[in-house]
């Protein structure tokens, strides 16, 4: 179980910021998606907190590993920008100058994009894609999403809209209900829980692909922005 920092090793540490959930199965999976980090990517000591609901909570655990190590990434486990990430996260880059950067989130990207695409089967049967998102109350993180939509259409060759689950978007349901012919919807959420049962409830039969969960792609692309992170021009640009 990954919930704390690894022992120092060669490189700056990365501290994975998930959102936490009460589900036991959601945090099994992210957990997973940590290790898989960790595999690809030996020489990083990586650490896994939160920015909600559980613990260790995200402030905390940089603390800790900037005491021991001096030096941190923290990568947001998060599909878009919005709060947790402009406010969060970067929070700790602050609280820190020149010890603690902080990378993006992990999508929009054309990794996300892939990822989605292959997990809609049958598509031959299918007209239209609904990609079920969380929600932000965030514009960013709504135009991060519509940007994925996109980036998925272009992947399966049929249009794809948004529908939210929470924040200022429209919902889901109402997104279902006024889209014609045959639709299949891509759940853009990480690992399983509350909000991934409600989008099975939604879909009313319709056919729901699973969350993101613990794919490699999506433990390299994670990784991918901690490298970002470090390079002296990203740095340089205030991000």
């Known amino acids: 179980m990954i919930t704390g920092p690894t022992r120092r090793a060669a490189g700056v540490d990365l501290i994975a910021a998930a959102h936490g959930t009460a589900d036991p199965r959601g945090i099994r999976e992210v957990r997973e998606l940590v290790r898989l980090m960790a595999r690809q990517s030996p020489g990083i000591p990586i650490s896994l907190g939160f920015v909600d609901v ?12 900037v005491a021991d190590s001096n030096q941190a990434v923290v990568v947001p486990l ?61 514009p960013r993180a709504l135009a991060d999403c519509s940007e994925t939509a996109d980036l998925l259409s272009a992947r399966v060759h049929r249009p794809v809209s948004v529908g939210y689950l929470s924040g200022a978007g429209e919902r889901l349901a109402a997104v279902l209900s006024r889209t014609p012919g ?15 049962d409600r989008v099975r409830r939604l879909a009313a039969g319709r056919p729901v692909t699973r969350p993101l969960g613990a794919d490699p ?3 390299a692309l994670a990784v991918q922005r901690y490298h970002e992170a470090l390079r002296p021009s990203y740095a340089a640009a205030g991000l």
């Open 54 to 65: 559980d613990v260790p909570a995200l402030p905390g655990l940089v603390r800790r590993v």
């Open 182 to 196: 045959r639709v299949a919807v891509a759940t853009y959420l990480l690992a399983p829980g509350f909000f991934a």
């Open 217 to 219: 792609r999506l433990a």
């Open 78 to 138: 998060l599909l878009s920008g919005g709060y947790h990430v402009y406010v969060d996260v970067a929070a700790e880059a602050d609280r820190y100058p020149g010890r603690v950067r902080t990378a993006p989130a992990l999508g929009p990207s054309p990794v996300l994009a892939e990822i989605l695409a292959d997990r809609l089967d049958n598509l031959g049967r299918v007209d239209h894609v609904v990609l079920a998102a969380a929600g932000s109350s965030d």
